[in-house]
């Protein structure tokens, strides 16, 4: 497809690389934030929404369904009609989002305002996907990193900001941060990341995406909703059952249709394959932590599974990780470099195994708790700076959106599962303390290994990923 003399003088004013980089890596951070943005109002949405706990319990479910959905078809947007264009299109939709939750008092506002903020989260893999259309091979391994730490960082960076104003001001201020955050991201993005010349053309696949979504909803409502549905009930047996039909209809409709919303055949390439069924296990990880260790940490002291600290106390605890996902994005780009991203994405794993291995020996102190997540930090860093390169490696450019859409995709299969599943043994292996149910040390025993055999699939499957092109620009052949 050629390109006019108007594509060529806007390329030829790109920004600073720099400046680039920074634009979309705030734009992420904004995304992740949301994940974490009502964590410290979940015990309180029952009173301030009018509404029970199971039915307020979507005001976090319905964020990840919708980020896993919109996360690919963002991603094949973007490679047809621009990739800026659509990080732009996904920060006023987190603005209007924001805006509509901030002004509710009702669930049902709530719900569609948390819904819009979940599809930011495309941001991310558009973001990866322009830094290759404009970074030279040096300097992309590192940005990749960066861009792809943010996923971790900004969740783990708005967890005290949201507990300090969850404590010191009104509810609906965290909302209105988070349309703050969006209105500030996009001029950033708009004046600092250059226009896209690099597209597919063709048409969306509505049905496709349709289909996809239908399927996807299915099978994260089983993971998110079974344990309150009842896991062989027949509400959870017909969405579990449902969603894998529609998901093979999808396949089978995407390897006929003439511009399919993802090419499965590039899909299933061992390198792409391997590296975004470890994603799931990467996400369940990366998850898990979020989940368990602020429990850990604020249940009280005298009831022998936890310490007592108050709701900030904990989220300070736990966001240094984020902060050494971020520093360690430069560390993570020369390993890339250097050693190549499959090694890299091992030794992430294993960090990772050695992480929950260290708080299921140690956990008796908070210093314990502090440096197994700096080791969980660590362990992310690396694996989301290695899975973003593997694919861009093993794809033509004009897959890159896509491609990095479906493994951010099975990275949210991850964070979604770690979110049921964590609760799900929380909830069911109580202690008694002064007439109530709390979760036993012995239930974090068991999400700490369950957390283990996530990372150890991981790592395993990161052996079976195939040697790449030295070549980070240029996708393998076939």
């Not at 201020?173 to 690099?198: Q, R």
């Not at 979504?213 to 059952?241: D, E, H, K, N, Q």
């Amino acid at each position: 497809m050629g390109h006019s003399a108007k594509d060529g003088r806007r390329l030829s004013r790109t920004p600073p690389p720099w400046a680039t980089v920074a634009a979309l890596a705030y734009a992420g951070l904004c995304s992740s934030f949301m994940f974490t943005l009502v964590v410290p109002l979940q015990a309180e949405l029952p009173s301030l929404l009018h509404a029970t706990r199971e039915d307020t319990s979507w005001v976090v479910t319905i964020t990840l369904l919708v980020a896993a959905v919109a996360t690919p078809i963002s991603g094949r947007l973007g490679d047809m009609y621009g990739k800026k264009r659509i990080v732009v299109a996904l920060l006023v939709v987190l603005i209007i989002g924001s805006a509509l939750a901030a002004l509710s008092t009702s669930l049902v506002g709530m719900l569609i305002g948390r819904a819009l903020q979940g599809a930011v989260t495309g941001v991310v893999p558009l973001g990866i996907a322009i830094m290759r259309d404009v970074l030279p091979p040096n300097r992309l391994g590192t940005a990749v990193a960066l861009m792809s730490a943010t996923m971790g960082v900004g969740a783990a960076l708005g967890m005290p900001v949201a507990a300090y104003l969850a404590l010191n001001a009104d509810w609906h201020s965290l909302f209105w941060l988070a349309a703050g955050l969006g209105a500030v991201g996009l001029p950033l993005v708009a004046w600092l990341v250059p226009g896209d010349v690099l597209r597919t053309g063709g048409r969306l696949d509505v049905v496709g995406a349709a289909g996809l979504a239908i399927g996807l909803t299915g099978i994260l409502l089983f993971v998110s909703r079974g344990a309150t549905w009842g896991w062989t009930s027949a509400l959870s047996l017909t969405t579990i059952v449902g969603g894998i039909v529609v998901l093979l209809l999808w396949g089978w409709y995407q390897l006929r249709a003439k511009d399919p919303l993802l090419d499965l055949r590039v899909a299933a390439r061992p390198a792409v394959l391997f590296t975004n069924i470890a994603a799931i296990g990467m996400g369940f990880a990366l998850f898990s932590s979020n989940v368990a260790f602020p429990q850990l940490l604020e249940l009280p002291e005298a009831s022998g599974s936890g310490f007592g600290l108050d709701m900030l106390q904990a989220a300070l605890v736990v966001m240094p990780a984020g902060l050494v996902m971020m520093v360690i994005s430069p560390l993570s780009g020369w390993l890339e470099r250097t050693v190549g991203p499959r090694p890299l994405f091992t030794a992430g794993s294993a960090t990772i195994v050695l992480a929950y291995a260290c708080a299921l020996i140690w956990s008796s102190e908070v210093w314990h708790i502090f440096a197994a997540n700096l080791l969980i930090g660590v362990g992310i860093g690396f694996t989301f700076a290695a899975m973003p390169m593997i694919i861009m490696r093993s794809v033509p450019a004009h897959e890159t959106g896509a491609s990095n859409g479906l493994n951010a995709l099975f990275r949210s299969v991850g964070t979604s599962t770690a979110s049921a599943v964590m609760g799900g043994v929380l909830a069911a292996l109580t202690t008694d303390f002064e007439g109530r149910a709390i979760p036993s040390r012995a239930a974090f025993d068991v999400c700490f290994w369950l957390a283990i055999a996530a990372a150890v699939v991981a790592l395993l499957l990161s052996l079976l990923i195939p040697r790449l092109s030295d070549d980070g620009r240029t996708a393998l052949r076939g």
